[in-house]
């Protein structure tokens, strides 16, 4: 009788986990369908209709779709880099070392995250303009340090800090240096974190619209804001832009993938540390 319950009770959880999943999905699903869908039967709510790959073949092959998506590659990508090579330096010094005012510089460093980007997006065109820098690969990449950068600094800072300070001194006493502690033995040890925490900053860069709608113009158009262009003053073709926005969304998915394991071990880290 317990055993009949049991399995119940499994049947019943699972039942309820694939309805929330379904309802938590369904956006994307219905996203996925709108691709296939032609213009005619845009708006029919049914599953039943004539699939098509037009959206498809006008997307990626009759429009500069790939050029958008190689612009925010290299801008997302080197936003990444850049706040990793200079991100990770700065972790460690704000978790092994004391110096006046080094919470608040930290926290200073956070809320850069957290402001809002239309604050400083006026300040930061003129800026642009003056410094020749305006609708440049290297313009973005700068400004999406506001981005990128404080999350990787916070989330890397507190893996430096779980991190015995007594490992890093007996490494001194065998005649380590000071570089080859840090490369060989404190950067395995933190790879979780850090690839979590780059992957983060690399959805958080490419999901940004605010930074390149006025910060770039016709040489440089991140995919963000150039699917904007599927949507006409006349019309909207739906269809496309779904495709424009599906695709889009394949290079965070495959490198998240790619990376799993140290993904699943880097964002759980910490979860039962007691």
């Known amino acids: 009788m317990n055993s009949n319950k049991k399995l119940l009770s499994a049947v019943v959880q699972n039942l309820l986990l694939v309805i929330y999943a379904i309802f938590a999905l369904f956006p994307l699903i219905w996203m996925v369908i709108l691709t296939f869908k032609p213009d005619t039967q845009m708006y029919t709510t049914t599953f039943v209709f004539n699939p098509t790959l037009d959206n498809y073949k006008e997307v990626l092959f009759n429009s ?29 010094a704000l978790a092994r070392y004391n110096f006046p005012k080094k919470e608040d510089i930290a926290f200073q460093i956070l809320s850069f995250k957290f402001a809002p980007e239309i604050l400083v997006v ?31 600094i916070w989330v890397v800072r507190g ?10 001194h007996a490494a001194q006493v065998d005649g380590y240096t000071w570089y080859q502690i840090f490369f060989k033995m404190l950067i395995p040890l933190i790879k ?3 690839v979590s925490s780059a992957l983060l900053a690399f959805i958080f860069a ?46 965070a998915i495959i490198f998240a993938l790619c990376i799993q394991k140290h993904l699943v071990r880097g964002l759980s880290f910490g979860a039962v540390k007691g």
Do not use: C
Request: hydrophobic content about 50%.
């Open 159 to 168: 893996y430096f800090e779980d991190i015995s300070v007594e490992i890093e």
């Open 206 to 251: 490419w999901n940004s619209f605010t930074f390149p709608l006025i910060l770039a113009g016709t040489n440089v158009q991140p995919i963000t804001v150039a699917i904007t262009k599927f949507l006409g003053t006349d019309s909207a073709h739906y269809g496309q832009l779904a495709v424009a926005a599906t695709v889009s969304a394949l290079p």
């Open 192 to 194: 979780p974190g850090l």
């Open 64 to 92: 500069d779709y790939i050029s958008y998506m190689i612009d925010s590659l290299i801008v997302s990508g080197g936003a990444v880099i850049v706040s990793v090579v200079a991100g990770v330096p700065a972790a460690y």
């Open 122 to 152: 006026l300040p930061l065109f003129m800026i642009f303009q003056k410094l020749r820098i305006y609708d440049t690969h290297f313009g973005l990449i700068w400004v999406y340090q506001l981005i990128s950068m404080p999350l990787l």
